[in-house]
Each structure stands twice: as C-alpha cells, then as structure tokens.
C-alpha cells in the first residue's frame, strides 16, 4: 500500500511540474518572453515617441517587477524539487517517546465556543494519533472558563501586566507565558503555537512528534491549507490558495535547504523549544507586536538559531468577509515594514525580508506597469522581458495550485474541482485591487493597531 501511495504521489508531482511549465510557457509565448516570430519584437523608439521623462518612468515601472524575483525563485524551486505531494506522515519513532508538548493558543476570548470547541477537538487529534505527554493550554486576555480537565490549562492575562519592553497585544499574552511564575514548562520542551481558529490533523501531528524526536533544530512550521470542511467565503479561500502555495514553495525551500528564515515565516503552526523562545523572547517592544510572530522568527535568525519544515498540514479558515481580509493585509504590511525597518535586526538577517515587502509595498506602481506596458510597449533587452513573463507566470500558478492541493478531488468532483482552478485565476483582478488598497491604507493609516478577524462563524448567524 505504501509503493502504490509513493507512485500515485510522485505521479502527483511530475504532472503538477508539467503543467507549472506549460503555464510558464505559455506566458513567455504570450507575453514576448520567448520570441516566435516577427510580433514578438517591439519596434517602438519610446524616447522619440514618449518623450524622455516617460520613458525613463516606464523603465523603473519593468524594473521594479525585479523586485519579486527572489521570492518567485525560491516558490519555483520549493514547488519543482520537492515533492509537491508527499504522503501520508509516518511516525519515525514512538509518540510515548516524545518529549512533552504543550499545544498553546493564544486568543483575546471574544469567541469562547469556538475555543472550547477546537480545543476538545484538537486534543482528541492528539489522542487518536497516539500522543500522550501534552498539554492544552488557552492564553486569553478574558475568562473562557474551560471545563477542568487534567489536560487544558487557561491562563487569564491580568489586565495590569505589562512587560519590560511595552510589547501589546499577542506579544504580551506570549510573553506573559513565559514568567517564572505563570510557566509550568522545562527548557526541553515544546510549544505548538496555534491561533483560535487552527484545527489539527492526524498528519501534521505525526510531523510534529517526528520533529521534536529529531531535535535537530529548536523551530517548525508547516503547511496551513483554507479549503477543509465548510468554506465561509469562496472569494477569500481561493485568494488564500496563494498562502498554500507559498508555504510549499518558498517557506518549505528556506526551512528545508538553508533552516534560515530568509523571508520571515507565519505567527501560527509554529513548533519551538521552550529554551530558545526564551532566549529570543516576545517582548520585543511596540514595533515587534505588530507581527510579533515575522519580528520573533527575524530575531531568532539574527541569533543564530535554527528552523524546518515540518511534514502534515493544519487547518484553518479564510477570513469571512472582504473588510477583514483586506484588514488583515493591511496589519501584516505594517508589521512586516516595522520589522524591516527596526535597528534591533541586523541589515543582512532581513536583506530579502525588505526587498519582499517593498515589493508588496510597490504592488499599487507594478500593477499600474500591466496598463503601461500594452498602451506604451518599450523594447526591453531579451533576458528581462524572459524575466518578467517568468514571474507572471509562476504567480499566476501559485493560484491554481494553491486550489490542486486545498481542495479535495473526491469531495468536489471533477467539474468543481476545476471550476475552483479555474475561479481562482478569474478573481485575481479582485485580488490585486484588495491587495493595493491594504498597501495604500497600511502606508496612511495608523500604526501599531492589531485587527482581529472574525474566527467563529456562528458569530456570522444572526437571529
């Protein structure tokens, strides 16, 4: 059973490679990338028919899609040289075995039905996966009141603490739990960090147990996929279908091949070592509360920790309406500048973290390039034109293969399932101007403010 399971996965893999090709292929055609014939080629003289002033800016507009390329790089690599499919996660070793887990969520208490109700239902992931020294653990910053269980342990944040540094919202509940006096942990054990929404699965903690078994590496994470169980908004999931694909290209490749943060990693599905996460902290002031978990990876970088991917995937859902989604971008952009931008990281820890985000941060002038560039084509030198119809082309298949691995064949059916493929490239002009107006408000709007999405889709049902 386990040949017929790597066949059919390699099987998986190399048609997903092909059709990564052919996409990228067909926009080097398309675009003037490769040149077929004689109306690949531009016979435009811009500077006599534009004027000097606007070509140069039509220049610096294609030059700026260079700004993407490392990230798409590492996406392309991560998605060809491993296995985009692997198989189910097999225990390398006992779970009794394991060193003690505690599985920590983090939440501000607004959804207490939500809490309760994911965090019986992940423990009993852990249960029927065969792991039994853990622990659950809520950090809320109000009373869930959580039935008493040898197992589940909530920690109520007093409204008076404050750490040394002022660090805010989920970096101070993090940090609240690491005091001497509120830990219960040793420096050999872990944590998983989840958020209040994030649902376990039999696979991710099969990783999890063969991570901490290894012990090679102080800090984890894994595959988050959006499409499990009931879709709340089809827009938003298909749009996160690029988170999957990220997490498959660029933060599998940097976790796996250089255990480097190279480009910051996400605040759930996050596995440490007690010891390290104290030694690197949480209370990294206001600039680090933002994105507190992109401030938290970039320092542990900087002090020479670290990282891997771990195999088996979570659970979680897309925001629910188009205001908390593009809310949502607009707090990452922010934080993630902060973090750039802060003198407490080296410049050469976050050298492709800020070249990524000013690629975010200049998304609103790349975009405006796609007009440009059909009303006032520029001849370009033949590597640069490949360049750009390379990375427009796997961006393009992130989508799409984004929805390959979210959703189920066997659950949809054949026509769904590609209709999905289909419906996640149609939406991505939505997504672009959701995308540039996060980026313009984040840039204007205030500061160090933390928005919480709506997590419980029950809040969702009025009567």
Known sequence: MRLINMLNSTYKHVLHCTLLFVVIMFFEIFTGGIKVNEYSYTSVDPWSEYGQFATIVLYLLRFLTFLTLPQVLFNFCGLVFYNAFPEKVVLKGSPLLAPFICIRVVTRGDFPDLVKANVTRNMNTCLDTGLENFLMEVVTDKPINLPKHRRIR??????????????????????????????????????????????????????????????????????????????????????????????????????????????????????????????????????????????FAMRAFSQGYTFNFIEGEMYEKSPFTLIDFLQQRKRWLQGILLVVHSKMIPVKHKLLLGVSVYSWVTLPLSTSNIIFAALYPIPCPYFMDFVCAFIAGVNIYMYVFGVLKSFSLYRFGLMRFVFCALAAVCIIPVNLVIENLAVIWGLVGKKHKFYVVKKDIRSLVTV
């Not at 940090?175 to 994030?198: F, G, R, Y």
């Not at 649902?199 to 590496?217: C, P």
């Not at 994470?221 to 694909?245: C, K, P």
């Open 154 to 295: 909530e920690i109520v944040v007093p409204h008076d603490y404050q750490t040394k540094s002022g660090a805010l919202f989920k970096s101070r509940a993090l940090q609240h739990c690491l005091e001497d006096h509120i830990n219960v942990l040793n420096n050999n054990d872990w944590i998983v960090h989840l958020d209040e929404e994030t649902l376990l699965t039999e696979n991710s903690v099969r990783g999890i147990i063969n991570f901490v078994l290894d012990g090679k590496h102080p800090f984890g994470q894994g595959l988050i996929t959006y499409a499990n169980e009931n879709v709340v908004n089809w827009f938003t999931t298909l749009a996160d279908s690029f988170r999957v694909s990220d997490d498959m290209g660029k933060l599998r490749l940097q976790f796996k091949l250089f255990h480097k943060p190279l480009f910051s990693w996400k605040g759930s599905y996050v596995v440490t070592q007690l010891q390290a996460e104290k030694a690197v902290s949480f209370d990294n002031g206001l600039d680090g509360s933002v994105a507190e978990d992109c401030f």
